[in-house]
């Protein structure tokens, strides 16, 4: 298995992993999904990673990194997307995955990296506690538009 950097040729793939992951989410068109990549691309503030597995992607998930003036000037980073192919779960995949996300942001200096998960997801909770996140330092609040 194999963590890297996603190109423009995986959206598909990484479009089917998000139907996955938000079923009652309308599709996003691939001529759509190209422009938001190459405007992510040219702002150079979105990264996004895939897990390959026997030339198959299995996972992904992406990372912003968000310019700051605290703490110093150090940004801090987002994590959001995550997921892997629910018939390749519990085979070390989403770990994979988040640990690259730290590994960028520690190479950008991120004072802190942020994800939120879903209240119901108490599975998805246990596993990011297990990486190191603390589900407990800070109250996540949302505004749906």
Known sequence: MNIRIASIND???????YKELNPEDIGLDITTAEVI???SKVKNTTEYYVAVEDNEIVGTCNISIIENLTRSGRPYAIIENVITSIKHRRKGIGKQLIEKTIEKAKENNCYKLILLSSSKRIEAHKFYESIGFNGNSKKGFELRL
Do not use: D
């Open 11 to 17: 959206l598909p793939k990484i479009l089917g992993l």
């Open 37 to 39: 990549w190459n405007r």
